[in-house]
T-cell receptor, first 114, second 115 residues
């Protein structure tokens, strides 16, 4: 079975600064997907960024980028130029290639200070 | 992407009753899932809703407690049966679109409180 671990229950950052959220996972599969989802107080889950395990290049989406270390089974999210709207719960998730269900980490609450 | 709606958005129910949550998608999707998010916790998969056949349940979840229907490719329901306060959670529907493999979109969730 897969496990996903987020060791930072809470993080905070000043507006316009950069913050990195950590995620590690464990799997015996060689091909899979990794995701970061954002859940603001409205509770709507929003996909932030997606990484295919077979790709060595780290995914980027505007101010969001990941540091994917397959051998170390690490998948961190970097948020640059943090904005007040980035404040939310962030979940790291693992997904297999033969089915769609996701395994989620415990979540990290991100606070952005003006 | 997919636009997903859930009804009701929230409800307060009495112990021992049942509640059916609806999930509607604006396009046909290959797979639909139901997740539970207990207060302050992460998401846990309840089951995969299969069109035209019985749902596939994860360990710890049973059909008698969480019956699921999926009559077509755009709609599913989850029933929380014989509720207890421990069932107080947010229940989320998600879908896997056929365009991009393994990219899931989530509904807005149903916040259930059981007294």
């Amino acid at each position: 079975a897969q496990t996903v671990t987020q060791s930072q229950p809470e993080m905070s950052v000043q507006e316009a600064e950069t913050v990195t959220l950590s995620c590690t996972y464990d799997t015996s599969e060689s091909d899979y997907y990794l995701f970061w989802y954002k859940q603001p107080p409205s509770r709507q889950m929003i996909l932030v960024i997606r990484q295919e395990a077979y790709k060595q290049q780290n995914a980027t989406e505007n101010r969001f980028s990941v540091n994917f270390q397959k051998a170390a089974k690490s998948f961190s999210l970097k948020i640059s130029d943090s904005q007040l709207g980035d404040a939310a719960m962030y979940f790291c998730a693992w997904g297999g290639t033969s089915y769609g269900k996701l395994t989620f980490g415990q979540g990290t609450i991100l606070t952005v200070h003006p | 992407s997919a636009v997903i709606s859930q009804k009701p958005s929230r409800d307060i129910c009495q112990r021992g009753t049942s509640l059916t949550i609806q999930c509607q998608v604006d396009s046909q999707v290959t797979m639909m899932f139901w997740y539970r998010q207990q207060p302050g916790q992460s998401l846990t998969l309840i089951a995969t809703a299969n069109q035209g056949s019985e749902a596939t349940y994860e360990s710890g979840f049973v059909i008698d407690k969480f019956p699921i229907s999926r009559p077509n490719l755009t709609f599913s329901t989850l029933t929380v049966s014989n509720m207890s306060p421990e069932d107080s959670s947010i229940y989320l529907c998600s879908v896997l679109t056929s365009g991009v493999y393994n990219e899931q979109f989530f509904g807005p969730g149903t916040r259930l409180t059981v007294l």
